[in-house]
C-alpha cells in the first residue's frame, strides 16, 4: 500500500525560520563589511606607499644611469691621458728653443693682449738740451747759460 502524503507549509514557520537565518548570518555579514572596509584602508595605503617607491626608484634610475655615463667619460679621459700618444702630444714643442716658463711679466715687450695693439705713444723728450747745449723744447733756441 502506497500512502500520499501532501506536505504542507506553514507560511508562519518559513518565516520564523528565515529571520532566524538572517539573525545567524547578520554578524557574519557585519563582520565581512568591516573586514572588507579595513583591507580597503590598507589597499589604499598600500597603492600610495607603491606610487612614492616608484617614484624614488625612477629617480634613483635616472641617477644610476647619469652617474654610469659619467663614470664612462672619465674612464675615456683617463685612457686618453695615460695612452703614450696623448703624452707626447700634450707636450709643447719649443721648437729647438729653452721654454720661456718664468718669464716676468713686467719685461719690456711681454704684452699681455692677443690681437692688434696700437703703437704706444711718442714720448717727449725729457732731455730739455740736445747735445749742442740748445733746448729743444723752446722755440728760438733759447740758451739759459
Same mark, same amino acid.
Given at each position: 500500500?502506497?500512502?500520499?502524503?501532501?506536505?504542507?507549509?506553514?507560511?508562519?514557520?518559513?518565516?520564523?525560520?528565515?529571520?532566524?537565518?538572517?539573525?545567524?548570518?547578520?554578524?557574519?555579514?557585519?563582520?565581512?563589511?568591516?573586514?572588507?572596509?579595513?583591507?580597503?584602508?590598507?589597499? !589604499?595605503?598600500? $597603492?600610495?606607499?607603491?606610487? &612614492?617607491?616608484?617614484?624614488?626608484? @625612477?629617480?634613483?634610475?635616472? *641617477?644610476?644611469? #647619469?652617474?654610469?655615463?659619467?663614470?664612462?667619460?672619465?674612464?675615456?679621459?683617463?685612457?686618453?691621458?695615460?695612452?703614450?700618444?696623448?703624452?707626447?702630444?700634450?707636450?709643447?714643442?719649443?721648437?729647438?728653443?729653452?721654454?720661456?716658463?718664468?718669464?716676468?711679466?713686467?719685461?719690456? !715687450?711681454?704684452? $699681455?693682449?692677443?690681437?692688434? &695693439?696700437?703703437?704706444?705713444?711718442? @714720448?717727449?723728450?725729457?732731455? *730739455?738740451?740736445? #747735445?749742442?747745449?740748445?733746448?729743444?723744447?723752446?722755440?728760438?733756441?733759447?740758451?739759459?747759460?
Amino acid at each position: 500500500m502506497h500512502f500520499k502524503f501532501l506536505l504542507v507549509l506553514n507560511p508562519n514557520i518559513i518565516f520564523i525560520s528565515a529571520q532566524a537565518e538572517v539573525a545567524a548570518a547578520y554578524p557574519k555579514i557585519r563582520d565581512a563589511d568591516a573586514q572588507n572596509s579595513l583591507l580597503r584602508a590598507e589597499n !589604499g595605503s598600500m $597603492q600610495e606607499k607603491l606610487s &612614492v617607491l616608484s617614484g624614488e626608484i @625612477m629617480l634613483k634610475e635616472a *641617477t644610476y644611469h #647619469e652617474l654610469k655615463k659619467e663614470k664612462e667619460a672619465l674612464k675615456q679621459l683617463s685612457l686618453m691621458h695615460l695612452s703614450p700618444a696623448f703624452a707626447d702630444s700634450s707636450q709643447p714643442n719649443h721648437y729647438g728653443y729653452p721654454p720661456v716658463n718664468n718669464m716676468a711679466m713686467d719685461q719690456p !715687450g711681454f704684452n $699681455q693682449f692677443v690681437g692688434a &695693439v696700437a703703437p704706444p705713444p711718442m @714720448m717727449q723728450n725729457q732731455n *730739455t738740451e740736445n #747735445e749742442f747745449g740748445f733746448d729743444v723744447n723752446f722755440g728760438d733756441n733759447y740758451n739759459p747759460m
